[in-house]
């Protein structure tokens, strides 16, 4: 049976000063690592908006007011081959997803709070091998853009 979710995303980088990435392991595929990944939940629902909920929702990480950092917009989008094993989620036939590339600075001693459901564990690493531990060749892209974007204090 076909599912409803919007083939429309959002991936937030999640960095230190110093450049290094935070990553997260998926609950449903021990071993696959990535920065933080969303579908928007409406077509109207704002991008800036999916970003804030989803880092919110996977890592009770706030930006903004009252939170750590803001969160940045790039910019940035990257269309890419839904896996076959989660097209079930996407209407009848969609194949495809377009995810939208945000980031957020943090002090790597924030605390994080895992969505159990999504997520096992957490690890920060320079954002070379960040990228590396990546099983999306789109995440892993947009962390080695990191440095060009940001130059570390």
């Not at 995303?9 to 230190?16: E, N, P």
């Not at 939170?67 to 989660?86: A, R």
Request: proline share 7%; charged share 25%.
């Amino acid at each position: 049976m076909a599912g409803n979710k919007i083939p429309e995303s959002v991936l937030v980088v999640i960095h230190a000063p110093d450049m290094s990435v935070l990553l997260l392991e998926r609950a449903d595929h021990p071993g696959f690592w990535q920065s933080v990944t969303g579908s928007r939940d409406s077509y109207d629902e704002p991008l800036m908006e999916s970003a804030r909920r989803e880092l919110y929702e996977e890592t009770g990480i706030k930006a903004g007011a009252g939170g750590y950092g803001q969160l940045i917009d790039w910019h940035f989008s990257q269309v890419y081959e839904i896996y076959p094993h989660w097209r079930h989620r996407y209407p009848e036939g969609v194949t495809e997803n377009v995810e939208h590339v945000f980031s957020i600075c943090v002090p790597r001693e924030v605390t994080i709070r895992l969505a159990p459901r999504e997520h096992l564990s957490s690890m920060w690493l320079p954002w070379q091998e960040a990228a590396e531990h990546c099983f999306s060749w789109s995440n892993a892209k947009a962390i080695r853009e990191l440095p060009s974007r940001f130059a570390p204090d």
